[in-house]
């Protein structure tokens, strides 16, 4: 009986709750490690997580045994509860509904890899809002401006 290979990279982004600047660098790495170790635990490869206070960048190799939507799920809640159980933020931590998701080829892993690791650099000079819509136009995908993230002025 012949086997199924495959292996699909996925580059992830997730917002922290109304773009507050919750992510701390004290813990931030520990997150991320955090973060990583769900993806370990579902079977799946994670390449590089890094970010900003409000928002993170997760690439990971996808194995055809699951949906992205099933894994992102389990990143974001076990996350959530993660932080809120550390007790790193005053209430409670919550990320945005929603998450964006762009596909790569092998060949792209270290570009990808980079522009991650590059994060806190690259927000120096480019806003979040477009550095988004940058990704959503470059890989064709349709959406509607009142059911994307929260923006800041800061954004505009």
């Not at 970010?51 to 055809?64: C, E, P, S, T």
């Not at 000079?125 to 349709?142: C, D, G, H, I, N």
Request: hydrophobic share 40%.
């Amino acid at each position: 009986m012949a086997n199924t290979y495959s292996q699909i990279y996925i580059q992830a982004v997730v917002v922290v709750k109304g773009r507050e600047c919750l992510i701390q660098p004290v813990w931030k790495q520990e997150l991320y490690a955090y973060m990583a170790g769900i993806i370990k635990a579902k079977k799946q490869k994670p390449i590089i997580i890094n970010g900003v206070a409000d928002h993170v960048h997760i690439f990971f190799g996808l194995k055809l045994t699951m949906a992205i939507a099933d894994l992102m799920r389990d990143v974001k809640n076990n996350s959530t509860n993660y932080i809120n159980k550390k007790g790193w933020v005053r209430g409670k931590f919550a990320w945005q509904a929603g998450y964006g998701a762009f596909s790569y080829s092998h060949s792209q892993i270290d570009r990808v890899y980079q522009y991650i690791q590059r994060q806190e650099e690259h927000h120096q000079k480019q806003t979040f809002r477009s550095e988004y819509l940058a990704l959503l136009q470059k890989f064709e995908v349709p959406y509607e401006e009142q059911y994307l993230f929260d923006w800041l002025e800061q954004d505009e």
